[in-house]
């Protein structure tokens, strides 16, 4: 046992240490203490040491010394992983800084808590003895982790760590295998465009979003492709550049934190050149007003091809039928001054080739049929805008070398559209469209037709009433 006292004269509240053995070392608690009086001992801030309070006589002051030698570890912080850290792995090594205690019996020993919320609610709990550090396998992906560790000694209730971390485990992960639809492997085509499809794919990361690009190559090394960005579709119709050749192809699903995942499958298909009907003639019976119209296959025979369905007929760039045999007749409904433009195409089971020649035809009022056949333009252009001036109709007649993407507006004087006369893809050749001003009042008009990269033009017209 030891023993503490307080020496009033001499100013001094000390503690004599017993060393087991009856022999005492004196440890001076206060040596200036104006007259001690009282000295007690106790618990006072219920840390499981011994406290001492005293009061000074002369001083008018009570004292509480702490017992500093059985207190709580000191403070300390977490090391690694860091706060608010994103790690590609699931192995992780935790670490932190020791804690000191003053006492110098105390061990300091940790345990370790990682919990998927942030109350720890249901928290794994790991004893590390003295280690200030250990690994945990297998975390799971795409999850948010909070952690925190408690250090421990033998007299007090010990000491969290100074702060709470948290760290995402997030491994960038590919999208799904996915396989392509259509068309199947090695099959044959006629058309220079063509529908692609392929299956949808998930990414395994909950954030992350997939699109798509299509690739086309003539060599199955894809050395510089075509590429097709689809988007989230999965589905896209591409034009192919070259005819009777061969093309390569497959899809790359993309998402946003790696380099895509491949179609389970590369295809082939061939492009089989279609020529379309040629030789398109009309015979007008001027008294019962038939259009009589005939054709020859493909220059190059194509619709002898097995899969050939039929022909479709067009008046005006609208279909008006469709037979087996290179012959038509078509009733015109009244004579008068208005010329129909003819036109034919092949339909195959996989597509439809381009339009034959053009052919126009006028009933005319004055009983002379009237039938012009017009090649395919070799630049793009607004043709003819007829009559002009006008009222209330007019014709606008637009050559296309090619089949484009056309786009043809009325443009007041101001420059505003007031009209849309055409805005989609439109065969080779002379491309009518009809301007009803019915609704407009008189003045002057401007026709603007656009292909992209190819035609911007603009033609002034005048509408009189």
């Known amino acids: 046992m030891d023993i503490i006292g307080a020496a009033t004269t001499d100013n001094d509240i000390a503690w004599w240490e017993n060393d087991g053995d009856q022999d005492f070392t004196e440890h001076t608690i206060s040596g200036n203490y104006n ?131 948290n760290f995402e485990i997030y491994i960038p992960e590919a999208p799904e295998p996915f396989d392509l639809i259509s068309p199947e492997n090695g099959i044959s085509i006629h058309t220079l465009t063509h529908l692609f499809e392929w299956e949808d794919t998930n990414d395994p990361d909950p954030d992350d979003a997939v699109t798509f690009r299509l690739f086309l190559s003539t060599n199955p090394e894809f050395d510089y492709p075509r590429r097709f960005y689809a988007g989230s579709e999965t589905n896209l119709e591409a034009i192919l550049l070259e005819e009777d050749a061969t093309y390569w192809w497959k899809v790359l699903a993309q998402d946003m934190n790696t380099a895509g995942t491949w179609s389970s499958q590369t295809r082939t298909l061939s492009v089989d050149r279609v020529y379309p009907p040629d030789d398109l003639e009309a015979d007008l019976n001027q008294s019962s007003g038939v259009v009589s119209l005939s054709w020859q296959a493909g220059s190059d025979g194509g619709d002898d091809l097995d899969d050939l369905i039929d022909y479709k007929v067009f008046r005006d760039e609208s279909l008006i039928g469709r037979t087996v045999d290179k012959s038509y007749d078509d009733q015109l409904e009244q004579p008068g001054n208005h010329v129909y433009i003819y036109h034919v195409t092949a339909q195959f089971s996989d597509g439809e080739s381009e339009a034959s020649n053009t052919i126009e035809v006028q009933w005319s009022a004055e009983g002379i049929p009237q039938i012009t056949s017009q090649p395919v333009p070799t630049k793009w252009s607004i043709a003819s805008a007829y009559p002009n001036p006008f009222n209330p109709t007019l014709t606008v007649v637009i050559g296309l070398p090619e089949q484009s993407s056309l786009k043809v507006e009325v443009l007041n004087v101001e420059g505003r559209r007031v009209a849309l006369i055409a805005d989609g893809t439109y065969s080779a050749g002379y491309n009518r469209m009809i301007f009803n001003a019915d609704e407009f009042t008189s003045g002057i008009y401007f026709v603007h037709a656009v292909v992209p990269s190819q035609m911007n033009e603009i033609q002034k017209v005048l509408l009189v009433k």
């Open 35 to 165: 007259f001690a009086t009282h000295v007690h001992v106790g618990d006072i801030d219920d840390d499981n040491d011994i406290d001492i309070v005293s009061a000074g006589q002369n001083a008018n002051k009570i004292t509480w010394w702490e017992n500093s030698l059985h207190g709580a570890p000191k403070d300390f912080c977490l090391l690694s992983p860091q706060n608010n850290l994103s790690i590609d792995e699931t192995n992780i090594t935790f670490s932190w800084l020791s804690a000191e205690d003053d006492d110098p019996d105390d061990v300091v020993t940790y345990v370790y808590y990682l919990s998927t919320d942030e109350e720890f609610s249901d928290p794994t709990i790991i004893e590390t003895d003295t280690d200030t550090s250990l690994i945990i396998d297998a975390l799971s992906d795409d999850t948010h982790y909070w952690w925190k560790v408690h250090a421990e000694d033998n007299d007090s209730d010990g000491k969290w760590c100074e702060a709470v971390f």
